[in-house]
């Protein structure tokens, strides 16, 4: 009988040892779980800045070329304003002679499509 309990109670060891391995395996494997998963994290994290900056530093020269093209915009309006200023004051007195004696200087004609009806 002292056998008997003898190996009943070496099995209940043994089933406790494989128990304990198990719930030992089960802590490792989440324990890896939780490793990689925050390693994906930072992953991504990294990730995620690096997109960011490279975002950042095409919109600050996107934004830098229409700058740029506003300022050259506004350049060329002044520059066209100034021309056209320049081209008013010095044809502004003929052009006003030409249409004061096209208005005033009336010259009476028959029309040629008129007929005289005697």
Same mark, same amino acid.
Do not use: W
């Given at each position: 009988?002292?056998?008997?309990?003898q190996g009943i109670h070496q099995l209940l060891q043994? !089933?406790?040892r494989a128990k304990d391995k198990l719930e030992e395996? =089960?802590?490792r494997k989440v324990r890896r779980i939780k490793q990689a998963k925050d390693e994906a994290m930072?992953?991504?994290d990294q990730y995620?800045?690096?997109t960011d900056k490279e975002f950042r530093v095409k919109q600050s020269q996107v934004m830098d070329s229409q700058s740029n093209?506003? !300022?050259?915009m506004d350049e060329q309006t002044v520059e066209k304003v =100034?021309?056209?200023r320049a081209n008013y004051s010095r044809y502004m007195e003929s052009v006003l002679s030409q249409v004061l004696s096209t208005v005033c200087d009336v010259k009476p004609?028959?029309?040629?499509n008129y007929r005289a009806t005697n």
């Amino acid at each position: 009988m002292d056998g008997q309990f003898q190996g009943i109670h070496q099995l209940l060891q043994a !089933e406790k040892r494989a128990k304990d391995k198990l719930e030992e395996a =089960k802590k490792r494997k989440v324990r890896r779980i939780k490793q990689a998963k925050d390693e994906a994290m930072l992953e991504i994290d990294q990730y995620r800045m690096q997109t960011d900056k490279e975002f950042r530093v095409k919109q600050s020269q996107v934004m830098d070329s229409q700058s740029n093209l506003s !300022e050259e915009m506004d350049e060329q309006t002044v520059e066209k304003v =100034k021309q056209l200023r320049a081209n008013y004051s010095r044809y502004m007195e003929s052009v006003l002679s030409q249409v004061l004696s096209t208005v005033c200087d009336v010259k009476p004609e028959i029309h040629m499509n008129y007929r005289a009806t005697n």
